[in-house]
């Protein structure tokens, strides 16, 4: 079946959302996470692009941007294979780390640009990571209250008033507010039980986690490929329950 068009926005604004195949987390530690936004600010000034906001998740990117002189599914796949790259040098590994096809939806009027700065921005708060959006370090929201380094800030505050300090202030006011946004994001997320992995650990035929570590390198890959298929399983929780360390369980 022929993929659906992406649809065009009339701005050439839209609102990003990149996600790791099969939920993979795509950032390990802080040091993932300055790669991905120094790969971000150095494509920004290549690609010629505005970046209005931005949102790292553990398995998941919000960005919010204009493209220029490049169509954006070019920029997003030189974004993407910049980093996937490094990673995977990083972390030993091959392959896909972005689901192949990312996810947009167009942003044509200026209350809806305000709307999707302040739902990725309380990204984190939403999904109960942080209390308040300042506590949150990998947004682009401290870009507006504390003066930008890449992101392009004028033109969000500029819809709350032309002296800077009183738009500020009315943006973090506008950033704090109880709302029902509805944007574009990822279906809820499964998270399965210790128990509902020792079962699947199971049906691989190894009767307790711990015996992962007696297997052969080949065997013992083949059953974490298995494991982080399905859906809801997290690196972190087969490092946890097998013994195997995150790093390895990264690789195989």
């Keep these: 079946m022929a993929r659906t068009a992406r649809e065009r926005s009339n701005t050439g604004i839209y609102h990003i959302m990149l996600r790791g195949i099969n939920r993979q987390t795509i950032f390990e530690d802080n040091e993932d996470m300055i790669r991905f936004l ?57 392959g896909h780390l972005f689901q192949e096809r990312f996810r947009s939806e167009v942003v044509e009027t200026d209350s809806y640009f305000l709307t999707v700065i302040r739902y990725i921005h309380q990204n984190p708060v939403k999904a109960k990571i942080v209390k308040t959006v300042e506590e949150y370090k990998w947004s682009s929201y401290k870009e507006y209250i504390e003066g ?29 507010q109880d709302n029902k946004d509805k944007c574009l994001d990822i279906e809820e997320k499964i998270k399965l039980s210790d128990e509902e992995v020792r079962g699947h650990i199971r049906e691989l035929g190894i009767s307790d986690p711990t015996f992962f570590q007696q297997l052969d390198r080949c065997k013992r890959d083949c059953a974490l490929n298995q494991l982080k298929k399905i859906e809801g399983i997290t690196t972190r929780q087969i490092a946890r329950i097998t013994g195997i360390s995150k790093s390895v369980v990264i690789r195989a």
């Design 38 to 94: 120094d790969t971000l600010a150095r494509y920004k000034d290549d690609c010629l692009l505005e970046l209005y906001s931005y949102c790292l998740m553990g398995n998941h990117v919000h960005l919010l941007m204009k493209e220029t002189a490049e169509p954006i599914s070019k920029i997003i796949k030189r974004i993407c294979s910049s980093y996937v790259y490094w990673y995977n040098k990083r972390y030993e590994r091959c």
């Design 148 to 176: 930008p380094t890449f992101v392009s800030v004028d033109l969000g505050l500029s819809y709350f008033s032309k002296d800077r300090s009183r738009a500020v202030s009315l943006f973090t006011e506008f950033m704090h």
